[in-house]
């Protein structure tokens, strides 16, 4: 089992950046594919990015691609989400996930463990 802790969110003005964090304790970070999700109000959850096990892969979202970079740390048990050019319509909470499988899905049935998110605003 993981834990998983989001930080990083916060109000930026649309072109701001934020880099989120997701901290993880548990079993061993390296066994899971890792992903970023987010949520707006009224809608259904969506993947953002995910990346490997070890780094190698990964892939994004097409609303997101260009502007957001995904990376993790095994050392360090975390895994990021660098947003860059932020829009209003990134405006959600995001969320961290993680899964024991070794492929990157953008499913949330396919995550096992979900962190509590971190809510990101971009104002116009």
């Known amino acids: 089992q993981v834990q998983l802790d989001e930080s990083g969110g916060g109000l930026v003005q649309a072109g701001g950046s934020l880099r989120l964090s997701c901290a993880a304790s548990?079993?061993?970070?390296?066994?899971?594919?890792m992903g970023w999700f987010r949520q707006a109000p009224g809608l259904e959850r969506e993947f953002v990015a995910g990346i490997s096990r070890i780094g190698g892969m990964m892939s994004a979202a097409d609303s997101v691609k260009g502007r957001f970079t995904i990376s993790r740390d095994n050392a360090k048990n975390t895994v990021y989400l660098q947003m860059n050019s932020l829009k209003p319509e990134d405006t959600a909470v995001y969320y961290c996930?993680?899964?024991?499988?070794?492929?990157?899905?953008?499913?949330?049935?396919?995550?096992?463990?979900w962190g509590q998110g971190t809510q990101v605003t971009v104002s116009s």
């Open positions: 548990g079993r061993t970070f390296s066994l899971y594919t």
């Open positions: 996930a993680a899964r024991t499988g070794t492929l990157i899905t953008t499913k949330t049935a396919s995550y096992d463990y």
